[in-house]
């Protein structure tokens, strides 16, 4: 019998700085995932990442995931996912929200019937969270993107 856990993924947030830039080299026509081509053995451009990954300065955080409940979406421990606080949630979003005192890191569901909400998981062994009037519940924000170190 399989056991359902409870547990959700926690974030250490981190406050964004993009008052200095790091341009890195950047092969402007794309990096080929089949056979390579002679014609892309140089870099032609340079690419900011702050500028690339960050539309809201102010309102953007950065926040290392603890947990495995979102590894379904591409989403590991020790990932650092990019939330940017100005954009509104949409149904389908994954979100950082605040839940009764937690951060979790969940796709953000609305109910059909209006009532509720639900916070899904991407992992089997977690249960969705429904969340009600009675919780005390905050969108704190949209995740825009992920970063992943391969080598660690």
Known sequence: METTVVEEVKLHLYRVDTSSSAPLPYADGGIRAGFPSPAQD??????????????????TFYARVVGD???????????IVIIDKALDAKDGDLIAAYVDGEFTLKRFKLDETGRCAWLIPANPR??????????DFMVWGVVTGVVRKLHR
Do not use: C
């Not at 409940?69 to 990932?79: C, N, V």
């Not at 977690?126 to 919780?135: C, D, G, H, L, S």
């Open 42 to 59: 140089y870099l032609s451009e340079s690419i900011d990442l702050n500028r690339e990954l960050i539309h809201h300065h102010e309102t």
């Open 69 to 79: 409940s979102m590894q379904g979406a591409g989403i590991f421990e020790g990932d």
């Open 126 to 135: 977690y249960r969705p969270i429904k969340v009600t009037a009675e919780n």
